[in-house]
């Protein structure tokens, strides 16, 4: 192994010859033959992070780095922010890459999907790892397309920081609340980065006042921009009062000069620069009690005598415990303030063992990680991409899941390299791996050494008082976070070419829900149709299409349909009775429930009992009872839409000896379906948080269209140049905007959708709905 490495250290030539052992590619053979004509077929991967021409680290310094070493983050922003130009930048000043790839060009390293190399934007996240100035740096890059959020969401939940990235003309945008909301909830410190600086319109002040504004954050000015707009060429260091200038001859942007400021040279800039190094000073030590008293102690008098390094590290404190964010700028595409944001990373950002997961102590020091993504080889089968948060992953190691209370075998391990991977002995805590072998492990799933290790940690974790309200189970106190996986909002019938490929079309539509726990998949019971439920018109256009590519299906497509939901206005009660004798056994049971609905909003039914259900009778037959309540609610009597915000409340319950659990179910079932129809029902439409970006021209046609959409606008906001449309416009009235709005504005404006909320129709609406599903209309 080592020696194939020396080989790829030594001759670049040959690493495609060595990559049985070494570098493996899981979708390179399938995608590159769809590629454009334009796409170049290869990219000249430079030697593998850490060899930096013959010189070799040892295979465990490249592997394995101290754990303080160690930086997992995410490049995260709304659509066309610049973060897979960031990060192909990044790769290749790290020595990753031999040649800048570009988005456009449909050559990025991360972007290596088909469908992500036509269309310009990132569909999944991608994992790249690389060596920084000692660091060993586990990056993914994400979406930033609102029908991809989960990708954002699970990736998030495993890394220690994140790198936000903000179009400098545009500022805080409508998915960079959205992935800031997601940042915030799993407790992520960030850095901004203020990206196309060089952009006609950009403007560093206004972008600053966004993330203030906007996003209640508390920005540190570590950097100054010299020049915006066409005439930015560099930044100004704001902590060490030094100005970095990019080498306009350059075509690469590895060429800068780091020159301290002078009066001489540059009293504006010193002036301006010293200013904002005192405020920065001021608004770290207003942040860190530390930082505060060696202010006061030592340097009160003469802020210019503050170390750099002193300033540094409170930065960091205060990153780490997010009462503020470090901002910095510059223009990933003109290859200017990247090398300085990897420094940043590397300084700001937490180690591993810097983040506080009081899950920790109960394992000690065994294996505990947590599979975060699952993506299909077809040479190798699932690929698991696991966080490693204690112990050390080996090939051939026997583990144990325990969400799916099973036992599996890693047969290889695999360090991420966007879609080329290598081959490696062991991993240890800190890291992202790529596992070969585990067939039944999904997204969520905490992985542990073996079963009785997480009942050991169970135990721990009682012992030391922790959720003891759950007591039902001894491993679930020990399972870690998984990710929560929002409702489709849209869905459509799939059909296979012919009914002998149903299998093939069910095996594909298996492999990619396993792969994206977005897309759900279901069977109409009245059409026997297959039902594809997505998140939005892309995606299920993205899912369509890589059926058809990746497993050669050419399916069908029925009409795009909204997901609506149903719930009831009114108490009522129903009773039912089932007598059913099935050979000798005779089962019978009477039911008799309450429906209401509820105050507050619940996707899935409130079970209630009244008083009088015995205990004894609730023990054996509690579970049948809820499954036959859910099963009612899965399909409501207006139009088979799910039921929500529904209180089921159980008040009598005869049971004959005898009778089995799916009798008790289905009458229980049958009785909530009688109760739903009785009451007055009530159908909830998909209301969608819309902002539309619009230049002033154009703003009176758009309005005048939203309100034909039943658009409701809370506000118009002027954003530089331009005007931006907030509001709230139900999904039904907005399929299929993006070209009427093109048509409108000369393809001049932009949209960004997200679902609110889930809203009630009005009569008229309502009854129009109605009559159209049921072909009156």
Partial sequence: ????????????????????????????????????????????????????????????????????????????????????????????????????????????????????????????SAAVTFDWKGYRVNLIDTPGHVDFTLEVERCLRVLDGAVAIFDASAGVEAQTLTVWRQADKHNIPRICFLNKMDKTGASFKYAVESIREKLKAKPLLLQLPIGEAKTFKGV?????????????????????????LLEMSDPELLKETTEARNALIEQVADLDDEFADLVIEEFSENFDLLPAEKLQTAIHRVTLAQTAVPVLCGSALKNKGIQPLLDAVTVYLPSPEERNYEFL??????????????????????????????????????????NGNCTERISRLLLPFADQHVEIPSLTAGN???????????????????????????????????????????????????????????????????????????????????????????????????????????HIEIIHDRIKREYGLETYLGPLQVAYRETILNSVRATDTLDRTLG???????????????ETSSVTPVIEYAESISEGLLKVSKEAIESGIHSACLQGPLLGSPVQDVAITLYSLTIHPGTSTTMISACVSRCVQKALKKADKQVLEPLMNLEVTVARDYLSPVLADLAQRRGNIQEIQTRQDNKVVIGFVPLADIMGYSTVLRTLTSGSATFALELSTYQAMNSQDQNTLLNRRSGLT
């Fill in 1 to 124: 192994m080592l020696s194939n490495l020396r080989i790829c250290a030594v001759s670049h030539q040959t690493i495609s010859s060595v990559h049985i052992n070494n570098i493996c590619c899981y979708k390179v053979r399938a995608s590159l033959k769809r590629l454009k004509p334009h796409v170049p077929l290869g990219r000249n991967y430079s030697s593998l992070p850490g060899l930096i021409g013959n010189d070799i680290k040892s295979l465990h310094s490249i592997i394995n780095p101290p754990i303080a070493k160690i930086r997992n983050i995410g490049i995260m922003a709304h659509i066309d922010a610049g973060k897979t130009t960031t990060t192909e930048r990044i790769l290749y000043y790290s020595g990753y890459t031999r040649s800048l790839g570009d988005v456009d060009d449909g050559d990025t390293v991360t972007d290596f999907m088909a469908q992500e190399r036509e269309r310009g934007i990132t569909i999944q």
């Fill in 236 to 260: 100004v260091d704001v902590v060490t009062k030094e100005k970095l200038l990019w080498n306009s001859n350059s075509n690469d942007g590895k060429d800068f000069e780091r020159k301290p």
């Fill in 361 to 402: 102590q109960w394992y000690k020091d065994d294996l505990c990680a947590l599979a975060f993504k699952v993506l299909h080889d077809k040479q190798r089968g699932p690929l698991v991409f696991m966080r490693i948060y204690s112990g050390t992953i080996k090939p051939q190691l026997a583990i144990h899941n325990v």
């Fill in 432 to 538: 992202i791996a790529l596992t070969v072998g585990l067939k039944h492990t999904a997204t969520g799933d905490t992985i542990v050494s073996s079963k009785s290790s997480a009942l050991a940690a169970a135990r721990r974790a009682e012992r030391e008082g922790e959720k003891k309200h759950r007591q039902n189970n001894e491993a679930e106190r020990v399972l870690l976070a998984g990710v929560e996986i929002p409702e489709p909002v849209f869905f459509c019938t799939i059909e296979p070419p012919s009914v002998s490929k149903q299998p093939d079309l069910e095996h594909a539509l298996k492999c990619l829900q396993r792969e994206d726990p977005s897309l759900k998949v279901r069977l109409d019971p009245d059409s026997g149709q297959t039902v594809l439920c997505g998140m939005g018109e892309l």
């Fill in 584 to 598: 000798d056994k005779r089962h019978l049971v009477t039911v008799e429930v309450e429906a209401r609905p509820t």
